[in-house]
């Protein structure tokens, strides 16, 4: 109540109130199917073992060099990004497997610490990244972590797994000299790449370099012309095409959302250009006002999802797409506000000379 016994009410403009709850509606949408993407992706992997479902097996046999990997490796690496050398060795009670990784393949979900790259799957050190069912076996020395395999005590880089029972809990990775210290290199290998593409190419580099040196073979796909649809729709790919029409959708409601709010405020611009305001005093208000609301829509959508991911066990909040989400919400908007309050002044400035 004022003195006068009149109720004070707060009127909200409607531009703001729809501009706030709209990107609170895109935002939360966004983080929980970017969620649910990253979840079935992580399911994938679990059952496939970490593949990521290019994988193709080659094997090298009749090689008398056992230095061949050390002059192969390099010189692929050199003309090559985003593809992994597995090394399966034998164990019958977990996965054991060597990795050489260049680029970004499929690392797996870590608890603690950081998956191989290409430094230190090409380690003089034995390196190792265990699955959380084996971290009671890790040692504590000289504040590092050790586990102890046949004989040798590996440095532990990465602890990975997931909360709920999967493979990856189970398995362990070394790095890829300690797998060939373990296993022949006359055996079995596994390339694996982000897509199939990239397989058939890289292959035939591979190939090439141990062609002479040993026999190789390694079982690469036809050339033949899938056709779009049918990439697209691959068990291998599907999540990653999924996420980037899911950015898309975020993106195309952001300039929407942003081009009526600002039609919504239109008036107010005219208000304050009457008024004689200065041009710089009217960006900074016009964006000081859509900034505050984005981000304060953003923080709510953020709230609302930690809240459901609390009651349904099978959402899972991944900081990169909270990250992606106020990029988006707070970053492009502004860039699309930018591009559009510029079309508005011009708009107005030649109406204003007619």
């Not at 005219?270 to 305001?277: D, K, P």
Request: contains cysteine; glycine residues 8%.
């Amino acid at each position: 109540m004022g003195k006068s016994g009149m109720t004070v009410k707060i009127k909200i403009p409607k531009g703001n109130a729809f501009l706030f709850i709209s990107f609170v509606a895109i935002s939360i949408c966004f983080i929980m199917i970017a969620s649910a993407v990253h979840s079935q992706k992580i399911i994938y992997l679990s059952k496939n073992s970490l593949y990521t479902g290019h994988e193709i097996p080659f094997s090298i046999y009749d090689a008398r060099d056992n230095n061949l990997w050390e002059k192969v490796i390099p010189k692929l690496s050199d003309e090559y990004d985003d593809y992994a050398i597995y090394l399966p060795v034998e164990e019958s009670e977990f996965l054991l497997r060597g990795a050489y990784i260049k680029g970004r393949v499929s690392a797996p979900p870590m608890v603690w610490g950081k998956f191989f790259d290409e430094h230190t799957a090409w380690s003089e050190t034995p390196l190792m990244v265990v699955g959380i069912s084996h971290k009671d076996e890790i040692e504590y020395i000289d504040n590092k972590y050790y586990y102890s395999y046949n004989g040798t005590k590996y440095e532990v880089i990465g602890i990975m797994g997931l909360e709920k029972d999967s493979r990856i809990n189970d398995m362990i990775f070394i790095d890829f000299k300690s797998a060939l210290g373990i296993s022949d290199i006359n055996t079995q290998y596994v390339l694996d790449t982000r897509g199939k593409g990239y397989i058939k190419n890289i292959g035939d580099k591979l190939e090439d370099l141990v062609s002479g040196k040993a026999d190789c073979v390694i079982a690469l796909p036809g050339d033949s012309h899938e056709g779009l649809a049918a990439m697209l729709i691959s068990k291998g790919i599907i999540m990653d095409v999924l996420y980037v029409f899911v950015l898309i959708c975020f993106s195309l409601c952001t300039v929407l959302v942003t081009d009526m709010w600002l039609k919504f405020r239109g008036q107010f611009l005219f208000v304050m250009q009457l008024c004689g305001y200065k041009k710089c005093f009217k960006i900074i208000e016009i964006f000081k006002r859509y900034c505050t609301i984005t981000i304060s829509g953003y923080i709510v959508s953020i709230f609302i999802a930690m809240i459901l991911s609390y009651f349904i066990s099978d959402i899972s909040i991944h900081p990169v797409d909270a990250i992606i989400a106020l990029a988006l919400s707070v970053g492009l908007g502004t860039i699309i506000l930018s591009v559009l309050y510029i079309r508005w002044m011009m708009t107005s400035s030649s109406i204003g000379g007619k």
